[in-house]
């Protein structure tokens, strides 16, 4: 028979183990309110010509996951301070508007992924990136980065909603509402600019 400070003993590991357990899926394993948003260098293009001159892929095409089920990777420093991050996209391709593709399913790079605390995880972008939503169809410029994936340029002024003309305006202003980074005059001026592009590329490739 166990004696009674071997069932305090066990009693006391079970609540430990029980207690870990609800941490770790209803604490670390959560999903955070708000977005870390940090600036980033990178090549602007403010027009849609400019834009399709520099990307080497241009395709229509709809992300066949949730974000929170895709790939996402983030290196830190030794510090543990955010080094670089992103999340790999699968798209089911429609339509190749410039470059070579002959798959009808494509991997991306997008700027943006979760970083990983002690309260939950955090989602965190450059330059107000949003990320694209499941089966929405997108127009997307594409270019290859140094490890040869394809990565999503311009920001977000680099992947167009064709499902809804307001859906990347407005998900950027409300994304960057509460950011240090844009004020509401700097949203309101890059919804304009990313209306502008989008009708210019549909005209340009007659979508």
Do not use: C
Not at 5 to 19: D, E, P, Q, Y
Not at 24 to 48: L, P, Q, T
Not at 59 to 80: K, M, N, Q
């Amino acid at each position: 028979m166990l004696t009674l400070n071997k069932k305090r003993w066990i009693t006391a590991i079970a609540i430990v183990l029980g207690l870990l357990t609800a941490y770790y899926f209803f604490v670390f394993n959560s999903y955070k309110a708000g977005i870390i948003d940090v600036s980033a260098s990178y090549v602007s293009y403010d027009n849609a010509n400019s834009l399709v001159d520099s990307a080497e892929l241009v395709i229509v095409a709809s992300p066949i996951a949730d974000f929170d089920d895709r790939e996402h990777d983030i290196t830190t420093y030794l510090s543990g301070a955010v080094e670089d991050f992103s999340t790999k996209t699968e798209l089911k391709v429609q339509n190749v508007l410039k470059g070579d593709l002959n798959e009808e399913f494509l991997s991306v790079i997008e700027p943006i992924s979760y970083v990983q605390n002690l309260d939950g995880k955090q989602k965190i972008t450059r330059e107000g990136y949003v990320e694209m939503q499941k089966d929405h169809e997108y127009l997307i410029a594409l270019k290859k980065n140094s490890f040869g994936e394809y990565s999503v340029i311009n920001m977000t002024n680099g992947v167009f909603d064709l499902n809804t003309p307001e859906t990347n305006s407005s998900s950027f202003t409300s994304h960057n509402a509460a950011s240090d980074s844009f004020s509401i005059e700097e949203g309101h001026e890059h919804n304009l600019k990313h209306e502008e592009m989008r009708s210019d590329l549909l005209n340009m490739f007659n979508l």
